[in-house]
């Protein structure tokens, strides 16, 4: 009776061994973020329920719409989510490099990052829109089209869709990127430039955080004509395996998950301001 007794303890032992082992991540996915384009992703002092600590920066923490999704994905594979701080234009080269194993940057997929990456689908709520956002200071506060801006001076982020997108803009004076999006939006800001091209979500973020800025909203037919769908996760070129761990997440969430996951951030962001 007494081996018996010790056997089933031995057996639950094992059972219980068996469940937490199967349950701790096995694995590490490391990934690049930006941490300089809300609400996607952005950088915070104070620890939270919702953020992640950066790995290459103590005491900083990332947050924003990628980074759930980048959270989402880690728990899925079982994989314990560790999140570094790169620059915009550095991170084709870490991943390339293998300092991270995926891109969550809201990063477009377009035909020149695929010869260096390759691309998950599009995790964002609905199809990337882009807007304009002005210094309400200068003469093109109220335009209704991208003719209005004609003769108007926009800066953008170097690398990017973004600065791309100016050209669609009749006469428009082109201004020299710069680095990050921060730079952009302090050109802005302080007249010496009169506006920049942005997504409608990140617009919107930056009019509610700054008295002086306005997003310009265009009718159906007034605005940027875009050819891509919308925002994805990066991976090495040739790593299929976590590219298809990535999709089978990301297919995982519904539309209706997806806008409760933004929709959430942009309110924690918006309580910050």
Known sequence: MKKFIAVIILLFALLIFKFYYNNEPTRVLRVGMECDYEPN??????ESAYNMPLANKPGFY???YDLQIAKRAANDMNAKLEVYKIAWNDLPKALDEGKIDAVFSGMIDTSKRREF????????????EYTVVVNKACIYVNAKTLSDFEGAKFIAQKNTQLDDAI?????VIHMTPVETVSEMLDAVIKGEADGTVIN???????????NN???I???????????????????????TK??????DSINGLSTRERQKIMDQTIARLWRNL
């Not at 050209?167 to 006469?171: C, E, G, V």
């Not at 409608?200 to 700054?210: L, N, Q, V, W």
């Not at 976590?242 to 999709?247: C, D, G, M, P, W």
Request: proline fraction near 3%.
């Open 117 to 128: 990456m390759m691309f998950s689908a599009p995790y964002d709520v609905t199809r990337t």
């Open 217 to 239: 909203r265009f009718t159906e037919g007034n605005g940027f004509s875009l050819y891509f769908n919308g925002v994805c996760a990066g991976v090495r070129k040739g790593n």
């Open 62 to 64: 990332a947050e924003g």
């Open 167 to 171: 050209d669609q803009i009749p006469r």
């Open 213 to 215: 800025l306005k997003m």
């Open 200 to 210: 409608f979500d990140t617009g919107r973020s930056y009019e509610a955080a700054h």
């Open 242 to 247: 976590l590219l298809k761990e990535i999709n």
């Open 41 to 46: 992703n952005w950088e915070e002092k104070k």
